[in-house]
């Protein structure tokens, strides 16, 4: 058997949830509203895939990076259960915000980053639906 | 990364059979590090393999994929599938085999196998939910 190489290793795991949205900025009126966002100006929602990579070294003893039940468990409490079946711009994240999967993606890292260490977090990607995706690594 | 560089990435399929278990632990520890993984379980694994080349100005191809998967097949494929991994395959005695481990062992295997300097990035697809990935020196982008 050779050593396994030192490097770190990436570690992904999928997430689905599902949410309603609308673009509009309460400053505009509905004229420039939908001139700026269309359809998006309607409340509508999507089934969101989520994938979360983290980076680090692998425990020898465990051959892990990090327990995935607790790295299902962290993002549960912290993203899926606050944003499934949840209207985003019901949530005080999206004051003034508007949910785009742009800004969901970040707002995503901000809400992981403390709890998993901006170190261990790598990327987060984030499919509005299997069309589109965005990806973010971080500030 | 030179300007004309491409890079290639073809999937392979393998089923085989694992469990998680650590010599380094206890039965007790490792039922509750690893969970349902401690049951001798299988997958059907996909491996990505990541490869970059300049693209040739004859044949307009970076890599020739039918040496790419001859050289993946008898490094990687024929070694693990539809073998039990903690029991059947000599090279990974003593690797406990989680998808991080099988990335960066198999990423081993596939550098001595292609041609120097060329394998960018293995990804080891446990399930649907779970990818596991190794770069070497490189970072994933």
């Known amino acids: 058997m050779s050593e396994p190489g030192a490097g770190p290793v990436y570690a992904t795991r999928r997430f689905t949830f599902s949410a309603a949205h609308r673009y509009w900025r309460r400053e505009w009126s509905p004229e420039e509203n939908r001139r700026a966002f269309g359809a998006l100006t309607t409340v509508h929602g999507h089934n969101y895939t989520l994938e979360v990579t983290i980076r680090g070294a692998v425990d020898e003893r465990t051959g892990m990076v990090m327990d995935l039940a607790e790295l299902k468990r962290v993002v549960g409490e912290a993203v899926i259960q606050r944003f499934d079946h949840a209207d985003l711009n019901d949530d005080a994240l999206f004051s003034g915000v508007i949910p785009t999967t742009e800004n969901l993606a970040r707002t995503i890292w901000d809400l992981l980053g403390p709890k998993l260490g901006p170190d261990r977090l790598w990327r987060i990607r984030l499919w509005e639906d299997p069309t589109f995706h965005v990806e973010y690594y971080g500030p | ?141």
């Open chain 2, 1 to 141: 990364m030179a300007r004309d560089e491409v890079t290639l990435t073809r999937s392979y399929h393998l089923s085989a059979g694992h469990r998680l278990a650590s010599p380094a632990l206890s039965e007790a520890e490792n039922r509750a590090v690893y969970g349902p993984c401690f049951r001798p379980h299988g997958h059907n694994y996909l491996v990505e393999v990541t490869v970059a080349g300049g693209v040739d100005a004859v044949t307009g191809m970076a890599y020739d994929l039918k040496r790419l998967d001859a050289a993946v097949r008898q490094a990687l494929v024929d070694v693990v599938d539809h073998r039990d991994l903690n029991a059947d395959v000599p090279a990974l005695e003593g690797v406990v085999t989680t998808g991080e481990n099988l990335a960066r062992t198999f990423w081993d295997w596939l550098a001595r196998a292609l041609p120097p300097g060329t394998l960018r990035r293995v990804a080891v697809v446990e399930t649907a939910n779970n990818v596991f990935e190794y770069c070497g020196e490189g970072e994933l982008r």
